[in-house]
């Protein structure tokens, strides 16, 4: 599937940096697109609520007098996650600001958004939609968006089960739109390897913490380069939702990651530690299982430049082999 026609010829490589809770602000997402990937952010991220206009406004100034400096360089567009969920009160607000901004990208979570789909498209922006199963994959579709983010085995934060070797093959056979593929992409082997699945697009959020720019304590950047995947515990503890931690920030919370009991769904609210002192994101850091090839926080221009030339080398690596 051809990209959509916002992200056509805009990309310096083939990625989407994932919106992060509390991580991602300007500072990371102007950074991801100037080097020449989309760069994302949940709405939810700026509060108060009237600092979303502000967001979106200082965004687009510095990409685009970035741009009228730099006119040899791709300027990818950005990206807003909006969380389509009941507890989130701000959603059509959001939304209403997005529109008014016409923001190129939105990136929705949770129930089907056919009300976000149309409010995108009334301006030409494009939605992409997470999923975790073929179920949630087909509900999306039918309201129309236009690609799917498959979040499979090994992703951070709330994650699937599913190997990409089954959601995505099997996602391909009827669904004609975008791809972008997500679990434990952290180098440009990785990013290689989903493009010769059949993604369209790899969905990295982990390996982009750790950078300079990201909004996430030292403490959890300097984790991800001392840990690996057999630190990372799947529990739907925290949030009710399932979803990737590092083991170590749930021990230093006071609880046996290899111990976990499950949510109490009656007393949990999305996106938070529910009756728990302990508080996901803040206290309880999301991680996939790629943090293994995570050694560095570098500026995220630099992690960028290694990520394609690793992906170049992968390339060509794959066709001196198939020749």
């Known amino acids: 599937m051809p990209l ?153 934060g709330h994650a699937g089960t599913l190997s990409p070797f089954a959601l995505v093959r099997e996602v391909k056979q009827w669904f004609k739109g975008t791809i972008l593929l997500s679990g434990a992409i952290s180098d440009g082997w990785s990013i290689a390897s989903a493009l010769a699945l059949g993604a369209d697009l790899a969905y990295i959020g982990t390996r982009f913490i750790a950078t300079e720019e990201a909004n996430a304590d030292l403490g959890y950047k300097q984790a991800l380069t001392e840990y690996a995947a057999h630190d990372i515990v799947y529990s739907n503890l925290f949030t009710g939702v399932h979803g990737n931690y590092l083991g170590p920030s749930i021990a230093a919370a006071g609880l046996d990651p290899n111990n976990l009991p499950a949510a109490d769904k009656t007393k949990m609210n999305f996106g938070s530690g529910g009756n728990m002192k302990t508080k996901a994101w803040r206290d309880i850091w999301g991680s996939g299982q790629g943090i293994g090839q995570i050694t560095d926080a570098p500026p995220v221009a630099e992690l960028v430049s290694r990520l394609k030339a690793e992906y170049t080398e992968a390339r060509s690596n794959f066709l001196r082999a198939s020749a």
């Open 4 to 156: 959509p026609a916002s992200l056509a010829n805009k990309l310096e490589l083939p990625v989407v940096g994932s919106p992060l809770f509390i991580v991602s602000g300007p500072e990371l997402v102007i950074a991801q697109c100037k080097a020449g990937i989309v760069g994302s952010f949940p709405a939810l991220n700026a509060r108060p609520v009237e600092k979303l206009d502000e967001w979106l406004t200082r965004i687009e100034n510095e990409l685009g007098e970035y741009q009228a400096l730099h006119p040899e360089k791709k300027v990818a567009p950005y990206a807003v996650n909006q969380i389509c969920h009941a507890s989130n009160d701000r959603l059509m607000h959001d939304m209403d600001t997005c529109v008014k901004h016409k923001v190129p990208v939105i990136i929705t979570s949770l129930r089907p958004p056919l009300e976000i789909v149309e409010a995108a498209h009334s301006y030409g922006g494009v939605v992409f939609h997470d999923v975790i199963n073929v179920k949630h994959a087909r509900k999306a579709a039918e309201q129309g968006v236009d690609g799917l983010i498959l979040v499979c085995a090994g992703a951070g």
